[in-house]
């Protein structure tokens, strides 16, 4: 009896501790959340935090006129405008891989490609490589001390985290005031563009430091959950090379492969890119198994119960888009790469309405999905059409979810050159985006 006590006493405590832990746990994940709203703003900025988003900087959140101007960012006219910009930063990025003797990190060498992206193509900023190079290692030095405890020490994280942020801010302040100048020829217009826009029109005309601010934001948004999606693509194919086979075959079967590249007179358009469906199948699945967030903070706005338990109005709730995928009973062995629950014949996803969220749900749910879908769609069409590409170890490495999903390794691989259009590329690429300004 006395052995069945303490066993009682030991579990009752265990349970306690493990209560506590996840107590402080929330605790310490929201003033994390507040300490990264506070570290990427300069003092003197008034912008508040977003309620029920923990600080996470979605800047639609900020006041209801930016959603509406992310509507615009993200519509299907300027995706359309959008596209073949994307399609020549890929393109540039895989010539790159393909010449480097050695293999590649893929983690990191998507997350320069995710930066690029956001840079030339969203941001619509004309630097050149040496600049590109600059801010990219600024900009992973920011990244690097986010969550640093805010102890403003000489080679304290937070120091250097503050250090990255005012020298990256310097030079988008540079980026921006020389805009204008470099816009002569320009055929679209890019987020920044839409938000100053949009700003003017709602009398609320946006101060450089809040400029400097949302690009920082931007930025940040389109690249770790970019790049890690990018890379569990790559590995994904790798992993399912008659998945990579059934894509070249849909893409021969829309006339858009011929003799191992793309057919230069059939240029990729939004609507044909959409209609490619076991293209879309591909990226559901890598985003289902792969989800780069594991999960999301969201405030209680009224009381309700769950599973018998009871969640008051104002508290702070994580919901895990990890363990929902993982779990919900709609999707048919779980652990399989299987492109097909999504076609129309099985159509998984839609048995429930909140099984299937690697962006979120509901009104919070990511504003740039449709941007982040099309950017690893083309990746996809040019990994199938105009790369080769194998694993340079012996296994496949660990996969870790922290801070997102990426291998522990990076994952390493070796890209073989591009196609005799190589040139071509590269000529397009400084035509379109001013690489060498």
Request: glycine share 6%; proline share 4%.
């Amino acid at each position: 009896m006395l052995f069945d006590s303490f066993d009682l006493i030991s579990a009752l405590a265990t349970l306690a501790a493990c209560l506590v832990s996840m107590a402080l746990l929330v605790a310490v994940s929201q003033q994390l959340w507040q300490l990264r709203w506070t570290a990427t703003r300069d003092k003197n900025c008034k912008l508040p935090m977003p309620k029920g988003s923990m600080g996470f900087p979605f800047i639609g959140e900020t006041c209801h006129w930016l959603v509406q101007v992310f509507a615009k960012v993200f519509s299907h006219e300027a995706l359309e405008s959008y596209l073949p910009k994307i399609q020549q930063v890929i393109q540039e990025s895989l010539r790159v891989w393909s010449s480097n003797p050695e293999p590649i990190n893929v983690y990191r060498e998507s997350q320069r490609l995710s930066f690029t992206m956001a840079v030339r193509v969203l941001l619509g900023f004309r630097v050149g490589e040496d600049e590109m190079r600059h801010l990219f290692s600024t900009f992973q030095d920011f990244v690097n001390n986010l969550f640093s405890l805010p102890i403003d020490l000489p080679f304290s994280g937070y120091r250097k985290g503050i250090r990255a942020r005012d020298t990256l801010q310097k030079s988008i302040e540079k980026a921006i005031r020389e805009k204008p100048l470099r816009s002569q020829g320009k055929d679209y217009s890019d987020a920044l563009d839409v938000l100053m826009e949009s700003a003017k029109e709602n009398g609320s005309e946006l101060s450089m430091q809040e400029l400097k601010e949302s690009t920082i934001e931007l930025i940040f948004a389109a690249f770790a959950t970019t790049a890690s999606a990018s890379t569990s693509l790559i590995m994904a194919l790798l992993r399912h090379p008659q998945v990579l086979e059934r894509l070249r075959e849909e893409l021969r079967g829309r006339g858009l492969l011929n003799n191992g590249c793309l057919c230069p007179e059939r240029e990729l358009r939004l609507d044909t890119i959409v209609s490619l469906k076991y293209l879309d199948c591909v990226i559901k699945e890598v985003l289902r198994l792969y989800t780069p967030v594991s999960g999301a903070y969201r405030t209680a706005m009224q009381t309700f119960e769950l599973d018998g338990v009871q969640i008051p109005k104002g508290w702070s709730v994580m919901y895990s888009i990890r363990d929902t995928h993982d779990t919900a009973a709609v999707f048919k062995d779980v652990e399989a790469f299987d492109p097909d629950r999504f076609s129309q014949e099985r159509s998984e996803d839609k048995e429930g309405r909140f099984h299937y969220l690697p962006f979120g749900g509901g009104v919070r749910s990511c504003l740039g999905k449709q941007l982040a879908t099309l950017f690893l769609r083309i990746l996809a069409i040019e990994l199938a059409s105009t790369s080769r590409f194998e694993l340079a170890t012996r296994h496949f490495p660990r996969v870790v979810t922290v801070p997102v999903v990426h291998p522990v390794d990076g994952l390493k691989v070796k890209f073989y050159g591009l196609d005799s259009n190589q040139n071509e590329i590269l000529e397009k690429s400084e035509e379109l985006l001013g690489t060498t300004v």
